[in-house]
């Protein structure tokens, strides 16, 4: 074996190719399988954030309740879940969707989130915002700057709760982005997966029963997620996720009357058309050298997977002269990690 650097392709290179009737199968559930009324849409995977499909993704439009999945993913990050928060007057009877919260009483960070996912309490999100950053505007920074972290510029929050303003707006893409990075969250996972909770109710003899809005959940298989929305501006606004297979999809529509039925419909489509591939492995040794009569084992620590259709073929590269692993689809360089190294 050579001692200079190299190119070595690894061992077990992904390729899909089926035949031709598959793909024409495909081809055509591309063509009619993806649609939607929707005035702006996307289906994007989870962990790769590949599209895989689009409707005036980047146009920017009010969104709604829909906000709040960037207001939870917020709060996790500033925000302990067993913080104690007390519900101060300027929470309290705030217009739309509301827990009933009442000035003086105090629930957990992870009640008012399970009220502010469930319900879409807009009280929930004004008392979550002000234990945060302490005013509306400071939270609404806040959000912005999740969304900067996230690679996101076609979008701007003004509140927590997506009650109509001209200056609040997303994209479809971007909406998508942010659920999904909100979905690497455990905690987040947990709360929008939640058909129904219990959260208390200081004062009453009874607690308060929170029954999700999300209809999903209970009418299709693998459904996890994430938030309904609704405003005379924005209209039906929905966000959904479904998990099969190991693909975790995720579906965003925004101004869509059957907005239940057109993310079922591009789930299905999701699903029939893409299935989830490792181009590599955890740890997976992908090179080696012998230098000065060592042996070197390249290894890459980090494990990629990728949703491929009918057609596409996906392998991966070592470039060892950049001590990276390169991804490609078809001929198009998707992904690069770094090499680790392994002396012996």
Same mark, same amino acid.
């Not at 971007?174 to 004062?203: M, P, W």
């Not at 489509?269 to 181009?279: D, I, K, P, R, V």
């Given at each position: 074996?050579?001692?200079?650097?190299?190119y070595v392709s690894l061992v077990?290179?992904?390729?899909?190719?089926?035949?031709?009737?598959?793909?024409?199968?495909?081809?055509?559930?591309?063509?009619?399988?993806? %649609? %939607?009324?929707?005035?702006?849409?996307?289906?994007?995977?989870?962990?790769?954030?590949?599209?895989?499909?689009?409707?005036?993704?980047?146009?920017?439009?009010?969104?709604?309740?829909?906000?709040?999945?960037?207001?939870? +993913?917020?709060?996790?990050?500033?925000?302990?879940?067993?913080?104690?928060?007390?519900?101060?007057?300027?929470?309290?009877?705030?217009?739309?969707?509301?827990?009933?919260?009442?000035?003086?009483?105090?629930?957990?960070?992870?009640?008012?989130? +399970?009220?502010?996912?469930?319900?879409?309490?807009?009280?929930?999100?004004?008392? +979550?915002?002000?234990?945060?950053?302490?005013?509306?505007?400071?939270?609404?920074?806040?959000?912005?700057?999740?969304?900067?972290?996230?690679?996101?510029?076609?979008?701007?929050?003004?509140?927590?709760?997506?009650?109509?303003?001209?200056?609040?707006?997303?994209?479809?893409?971007?909406?998508?982005? +942010?659920?999904?990075?909100?979905?690497?969250?455990?905690?987040?996972?947990?709360?929008?997966?939640?058909?129904?909770?219990?959260?208390?109710?200081?004062?009453?003899? #009874?607690?308060?029963?929170?029954?999700?809005?999300?209809?999903?959940?209970?009418?299709?298989?693998?459904?996890?997620?994430?938030?309904?929305?609704? %405003?005379?501006?924005?209209?039906?606004?929905?966000?959904?996720?479904?998990?099969?297979?190991?693909?975790?999809?995720?579906v965003v529509v925004l101004n869509?009357?059957?907005?239940?039925?057109?993310?079922?419909?591009?789930?299905?489509?999701?699903?029939?058309?893409?299935?989830?591939?490792?181009?590599?492995?955890?740890?997976?040794?992908?090179?080696?050298?012998?230098?000065?009569?060592?042996?070197?084992? #390249?290894?890459?620590?980090?494990?990629?997977?990728?949703?491929?259709?009918?057609?596409?073929?996906? %392998?991966?590269?070592?470039?060892?002269?950049?001590?990276?692993?390169?991804?490609?689809?078809?001929?198009?360089?998707?992904?690069?990690?770094?090499?680790?190294?392994?002396?012996?």
């Amino acid at each position: 074996m050579k001692r200079s650097l190299f190119y070595v392709s690894l061992v077990a290179a992904l390729c899909i190719c089926l035949g031709l009737a598959v793909m024409t199968t495909f081809a055509h559930a591309e063509t009619t399988a993806f %649609t %939607t009324s929707a005035q702006s849409a996307i289906v994007m995977e989870q962990s790769s954030r590949r599209v895989l499909f689009s409707k005036n993704a980047d146009e920017h439009l009010p969104m709604a309740s829909t906000t709040k999945i960037v207001t939870a +993913l917020t709060v996790l990050n500033h925000a302990a879940l067993d913080d104690v928060v007390e519900v101060g007057k300027q929470a309290v009877g705030i217009e739309g969707s509301s827990i009933y919260l009442r000035e003086g009483e105090h629930l957990t960070v992870k009640e008012l989130l +399970l009220g502010l996912m469930l319900r879409s309490g807009n009280d929930s999100a004004v008392a +979550l915002a002000l234990h945060v950053a302490g005013s509306i505007e400071a939270f609404a920074e806040l959000m912005n700057q999740t969304a900067l972290e996230n690679g996101c510029k076609d979008c701007h929050f003004v509140n927590p709760h997506g009650l109509h303003d001209g200056e609040h707006y997303t994209s479809a893409h971007d909406l998508a982005i +942010l659920t999904c990075a909100a979905l690497e969250n455990a905690s987040f996972r947990e709360i929008v997966s939640a058909k129904t909770a219990r959260i208390s109710n200081e004062g009453m003899e #009874y607690d308060r029963l929170l029954v999700n809005k999300n209809k999903l959940l209970a009418s299709y298989f693998g459904a996890d997620g994430v938030k309904t929305g609704y %405003t005379k501006k924005a209209g039906r606004c929905f966000v959904g996720s479904a998990t099969q297979n190991g693909m975790q999809v995720v579906v965003v529509v925004l101004n869509c009357g059957p907005m239940f039925e057109d993310t079922a419909k591009m789930l299905d489509a999701a699903f029939a058309e893409y299935n989830l591939q490792t181009a590599i492995p955890i740890n997976k040794v992908c090179g080696r050298q012998n230098k000065n009569g060592k042996d070197i084992y #390249y290894y890459c620590r980090e494990r990629f997977v990728y949703p491929v259709k009918s057609g596409e073929c996906l %392998t991966a590269k070592v470039n060892l002269e950049k001590l990276c692993v390169e991804v490609y689809l078809n001929e198009t360089k998707i992904k690069a990690l770094p090499l680790s190294i392994l002396e012996i």
